[in-house]
T-cell receptor, first 113, second 116 residues
């Protein structure tokens, strides 16, 4: 059981470039999330989805876009990369019930130069 | 607004000694509290959670946490620390943003170092 998988593991982008961070889960979870982790700042929610075709903004959505065409996949798009987007990005999924655990992927380390 | 505070950025404990990683929370209504651990270059792994019932919650790797409603705390504990416990620990509180929409708010993390 793979759980939550993310690709790539590491990427260097130039300012202004675009890229898509991939996230896939095989647990048939309805809820999926994207977080960014900055040193000493904990995790901040970027976007989340409560099911295929439904997405909404989290705390720090500016500069990002998402889509959810299937239950399994929840890609995160950076259109015009900026140095402020240098971070580690984590995807997570859950059943959505408050008492249930969120399962995290291994993360994507992004460096924007 | 819901929030979680981890007052210590760094905790150092000698191997074999008991350890405590502190967490306090602020949330309206009943809290759903979680502890996650992050090893270097890895994603977050679930340790334990408090939903309801006994105030002492037991989790993975010998960890436990004590829910204290009057002090709004959920401290993580382990009776005897191992070097392999060295990692970054996050406390989190789950709450509902709106109908069908729930959110997990994380603390800033505490780096636990176990000294051999």
């Amino acid at each position: 059981n793979a759980g939550v998988t993310q690709t790539p593991k590491f990427r260097i982008l130039k300012i202004g470039q675009s890229m898509t961070l991939q996230c896939t889960q095989d647990m048939n979870h309805n809820y999926m999330y994207w977080y960014r982790q900055d040193p000493g700042m904990g995790l901040k929610l970027i976007y989340y989805s409560v099911g295929a075709g439904i997405t909404d903004k989290g705390e720090v959505p500016n500069g990002y876009n998402v889509s959810r065409s299937t239950t399994e996949d929840f890609p995160l798009r950076l259109e015009l990369a900026a140095p402020s987007q240098t971070s580690v990005y984590f995807c997570a999924s859950s059943t959505g019930q408050l008492r249930e655990t969120q399962y995290f992927g291994p993360g994507t380390r992004l460096l924007v130069l | 607004a819901q929030s979680v505070a981890q007052p210590e950025d760094q905790v150092n404990v000698a191997e074999g000694n008991p350890l405590t990683v502190k967490c306090t929370y602020s949330v309206s209504g009943n809290p759903y509290l979680f502890w996650y651990v992050q090893y270097p270059n890895r994603g977050l792994q679930f340790l334990l959670k408090y939903i309801t019932g006994d105030n002492l919650v037991k989790g993975s790797y010998g960890f436990e946490a004590e829910f204290n409603k009057s002090q709004t705390s959920f401290h993580l504990k382990k009776p005897s620390a191992l070097v392999s416990d060295s990692a970054l620990y996050f406390c989190a509180v789950r709450h509902q943003m709106g109908f069908g929409n729930e959110k997990l708010t994380f603390g800033t993390g505490t780096r636990l170092t176990i000294i051999p």
